[in-house]
């Protein structure tokens, strides 16, 4: 199993970047995937969740509207399109494997993640 | 999100068992067998240590178990060893629009 983000960078407040996540090693369309970021000096942080077909989505309350997670199961990818980028959204961002294709039933955790981008937002 | 409740810093000596507490609510560590716990070397990505409360991954060390009472859930590391050493953190299932929530971590400290 392999996970490779990429896309971080520096943008500005209010500004917008795109994160992707290179999976191999297993069944990709099988699995959910989620995003989870970590503020510098911080503990760990759920973003948003998509279901293995890409039809079921969740985000944290505070990405709501901001941020928009989808996936190219051909592409074997996982996306995460950032907008109105805030201070706040300054961490590494993982992409996290479910173990099951499914986000509204169990099982609830992740099983393998990736090493992670940073994004860092300031002006 | 509120975050679940760890303690900052547990440390121990080799071969010593510590124990670390993750202190949430009835909507998510004391409403579901759902709480995993992960550890975090510095630099590196979390890696899942236990799940469902008290279940290991293929591959984790039998010194790591966890259980639950109430609205904590609690992971134990038998036989510490200086590999051990690492930043741990919990998380559970949350019945909100937000699924998931973590807690706000624990430093372990091999002595």
């Known amino acids: 199993v392999q996970l490779l983000e990429s896309g971080g960078g520096l943008a500005q407040p209010g500004g917008s970047l795109s994160l992707s996540c290179a999976a191999s090693g297993f069944p990709f369309s099988n699995h959910a995937m989620s995003w989870v970021r970590q503020a510098p000096g911080k503990g760990l942080e759920w973003v948003s969740i998509i279901s293995g077909s890409g039809g079921s989505i969740y985000y944290e309350d505070s990405v709501k509207g901001r941020f928009t997670i989808s996936r190219e199961n051909p592409k074997n990818t996982l996306y995460l399109q950032m907008n109105s980028l805030r201070a706040e959204d300054t961490a590494v961002y993982y992409c996290?494997?479910?173990?099951?294709?499914?986000?509204?039933?169990?099982?609830?955790?992740?099983?393998?993640w990736g090493q992670g981008t940073v994004v860092t937002v300031s002006s | 999100q509120s975050a679940l409740t760890q303690p900052a810093s547990v440390s121990g000596s080799p071969g010593q068992s510590i124990t670390i507490s993750c202190t949430g609510t009835?909507?998510?560590?004391?409403?579901?067998?759902?709480v995993s716990w992960y550890q975090q070397h510095p630099g590196k990505a979390p890696k899942l240590m236990i799940f469902d409360v008290n279940n290991r991954p293929s591959g984790v060390s039998d010194r790591f178990s966890g259980s639950k009472s109430g609205n904590t859930a609690s992971l134990t590391i038998s036989g510490l060893q200086a590999e051990d050493e690492a930043d741990y953190y919990c998380?559970?299932?949350?019945?909100?629009?937000?699924?998931?929530?973590f807690g706000t971590g624990t430093k372990v400290t091999v002595l």
């Open positions: 009835s909507s998510d560590v004391g409403g579901y067998n759902y």
């Open positions: 998380s559970s299932y949350r019945s909100s629009s937000t699924l998931y929530v």
């Open positions: 996290a494997k479910s173990p099951s294709a499914l986000t509204w039933l169990p099982p609830y955790y992740f099983d393998f």
